[in-house]
Structure formats: structure tokens, C-alpha cells
């Protein structure tokens, strides 16, 4: 028996009482949440999240720390989340070992699902009147598979389903929180939003040239550090640069200011929900 399959199998006799693979199966998916999820004891004011993702990693998908962020602290808030992605391929499949591309290619939604612990559904069912709040995490999946960003730039498109949800969620004054590259898909869908993805200069923001790209697209840019965010009173928009930092002296040790600022993004889009 497969030297990985054998121990999961022992396991989840003990665990769960079946030895049979499909069995096992069955059980699992027990543990799979429910297309929503919240930790709520009060109904009465709930907000309920939309989140998009965009695949599972951050050279050709969804940043997964990214990700992890804005449940939690949406979670810990008392958020109803539903999670949401676009059944579509991705732009090309990274090996995260390599930084090189690979073969199969891979499905966004099906990929997603890895992130969401199985509790996705396609970004077609996404409708803004079932929602208070939008958000987006980054990852390269934003700039590569909800739009082109990555291969065009300022002269990039966003995925018409993406771009019809941002428009439905922006035109109904409802608030929406990006990270990372992710508010370049604001900055192309709302004309003269305010946003942030860092600073334009310096060693510690290898990204920083997203800055003028924005500013050529029509969108203002406004500097912040990896610990705040920028809220646009007027478009009901928050952003926060989060791994458009980089510190190569820290790696791992800086992650905490990635998650402290979109704690702080998510914080100040539930504040407009009320």
C-alpha cells in the first residue's frame, strides 16, 4: 500500500471508526464547511462577505497568507463568508519549487477549492444584492487570471465577470477591500479611485513600478506602509499593500506586519457595512 495512503488510512480508522477508502472519503467530507461560514453568535448584524479568489499560491493564483488574513480577521469579526472564483484555466501553472512554469495546466475554481477547504462555488452565482462586502486578496492570480494585468499592464483587461461584480458592488455604494496587486482590478474598473499598493520607491518594495501604472490608468495612488491601508471615503474602497513588501533581511519574520495590515483593510470595510 502506498506509504502516504497506509498511515491516513490507520488514522482515520482510529478517528473516525472506517478503514474502507470510501468511507473515508465520506467522513472527510464531514470536515468540508458549508458554502458560508461564520462564528457569530449575534444574526442581527452579521455582515455577510463575498471573497474572490484566484487559485491556490502566489506565483499563479490566490496568496494563500493573503487569504488566510482576511478570513480570519473577518471571522473573528463575526462575518458570514461565502468564497467565490472564476471557473476558468489559469493564465499557466507555476512549480512554487522552480518559479517556472509546468504542465497540466490547472483550473482557477478547482484550485480555489484547495484554499477554501472545498467550500467554493463558482464567481457566476456571485450576486452583489446577497452581500454587504467584496474582498480580494492578492497573489499574482489577480494580475494573471482575474485579469492580464501581469502580461499588459496599464493597458491590461479585467475578467468580465470579475469586472461585473466590482461595478455591481461599487454601483450599490457597498464597500470593498483589495491587497496586494488585487486594486489594480479596482483602479481599471472604477474611474478615479483611490488606492494603495505601497510605495514607489525603495528596496523594500520590488513591485513599486504598479505605482505609475496605476496613476496612468486614471487612479490616484496613495503611499502607505505594509501595516496600513487606504480608505476611499467616496468609492467605499480599502486597500493594503501587504506582499507588494518585501524585507529580504526578515522573510519570514515580517509575515505578522502582512497579516496586521489587512487586519487593518478589513477592519475599516466592516466599519463602512454599518
Given at each position: 500500500?502506498?506509504?502516504?495512503i ?8 482510529r478517528v ?17 464547511p458549508?458554502k458560508s ?7 442581527y448584524?452579521?455582515?455577510k462577505a ?14 494563500v ?10 471571522s473573528?469579526?463575526g462575518?458570514?463568508v461565502?468564497i467565490?472564483?472564476?471557473?476558468i484555466?489559469q ?13 497540466p495546466?490547472r483550473n482557477?475554481?478547482?484550485e480555489s477549492?484547495r484554499?477554501a ?14 452581500f454587504?462586502?467584496l ?10 487570471n ?9 493597458d ?25 496587486i488585487?486594486?489594480?482590478?479596482a ?5 478615479g479611485c483611490e ?5 514607489s520607491s525603495?528596496?523594500?518594495w520590488p ?8 496613476e496612468?490608468?486614471?487612479a490616484?495612488?496613495?503611499e502607505?506602509?505594509v501595516?496600513e491601508?487606504?480608505v476611499?471615503?467616496?468609492?467605499k474602497l ?20 502582512i497579516f ?9 470595510a466592516?466599519a463602512?457595512?454599518?
Amino acid at each position: 500500500m502506498n506509504k502516504i495512503i497506509a498511515p491516513f488510512l490507520y488514522e482515520s480508522k482510529r478517528v473516525f471508526g472506517v478503514s474502507p477508502l470510501s468511507q473515508t472519503v465520506k467522513s472527510l467530507q464531514l470536515l468540508i464547511p458549508s458554502k458560508s461560514f461564520s462564528t457569530s453568535r449575534n444574526n442581527y448584524n452579521m455582515v455577510k462577505a463575498a471573497v474572490i479568489l484566484h487559485g491556490s499560491g502566489v506565483y499563479d493564483g490566490t496568496e494563500v497568507h493573503e487569504a488566510s488574513a482576511c478570513l480570519v480577521h473577518l471571522s473573528r469579526a463575526g462575518s458570514e463568508v461565502s468564497i467565490f472564483a472564476p471557473n476558468i484555466d489559469q493564465m499557466h501553472t507555476i512549480d512554487h519549487t522552480k518559479g517556472a512554469p509546468m504542465e497540466p495546466n490547472r483550473n482557477v475554481l478547482t484550485e480555489s477549492a484547495r484554499v477554501a477547504r472545498g467550500a467554493v462555488s463558482s464567481l457566476s452565482d456571485l450576486k452583489a444584492s446577497d452581500f454587504d462586502l467584496l474582498v480580494i486578496p492578492g497573489g499574482f492570480g489577480a494580475a494573471k487570471n482575474l485579469s492580464d494585468w501581469a502580461v499588459k499592464g496599464p493597458d491590461s483587461t479585467v475578467n468580465e465577470e470579475v469586472a461585473k461584480v466590482i461595478k455591481d458592488f461599487h454601483g450599490t455604494k457597498k464597500p470593498i477591500a483589495m491587497c496586494c496587486i488585487s486594486p489594480v482590478l479596482a483602479a481599471k474598473v472604477i474611474p478615479g479611485c483611490e488606492v494603495t499598493v505601497g510605495q514607489s520607491s525603495g528596496d523594500l518594495w520590488p513591485y513599486a513600478e504598479t505605482c505609475q501604472g496605476i496613476e496612468k490608468v486614471g487612479a490616484k495612488h496613495v503611499e502607505k506602509s505594509v501595516t496600513e491601508c487606504h480608505v476611499d471615503e467616496a468609492n467605499k474602497l480599502v486597500t493594503t499593500p501587504a506582499f507588494m513588501y518585501h524585507d529580504p533581511s526578515q522573510g519570514w519574520h515580517s509575515v505578522h506586519l502582512i497579516f496586521d495590515g489587512v487586519g487593518k483593510m478589513i477592519s475599516a470595510a466592516l466599519a463602512m457595512c454599518k
